[in-house]
């Protein structure tokens, strides 16, 4: 099977998913522990969708409903207490670019599987 744009748009998102949490953790956004096992579930079954139903339509769903989670990464983060401080602290360099490549590979996902879903639909038709 040879991988679309769409599930290694995915798959990226799914490797990024856990630098950002982690910055989250170490920034005191999140408190880690127990809660990081729902990140865990979360990158599973989008890796679920990405690899083992990417041509059928609950995997194009689970895609677009992963790309919706990482495009609002950075809306949630620039309204819930992002600062300068946050900005210039040690990592944070890659904290931000770990939010811009999330939201990019969440809109970009969002676009794929549309444009996958609608294939699916007039293939059927």
Not at 74 to 103: E, K
């Amino acid at each position: 099977m040879k991988p679309t744009t769409q599930t290694v748009v995915s798959l990226l998102t799914i490797v990024l998913l856990p630098l950002h949490v982690g910055g989250d953790v170490v920034r005191g956004f999140d408190k880690g522990g127990p809660g990081l096992v729902t990140v865990v579930v979360i990158m599973f079954v989008l890796a679920c969708g990405a690899l083992l139903l990417a041509e059928r339509r609950a995997g194009h769903v689970i895609m677009f409903l992963g790309g919706v989670g990482a495009l609002a990464m950075p809306l949630i983060h620039r309204n819930n207490g992002f600062t300068l401080a946050v900005a210039t602290s040690d990592g944070g360099l890659l904290f931000i670019w770990t939010l811009m490549a999330l939201g990019v590979t969440g809109g970009l996902a969002m676009i794929l599987s549309t444009r996958g879903l609608w294939r699916l639909r007039t293939r059927q038709a």
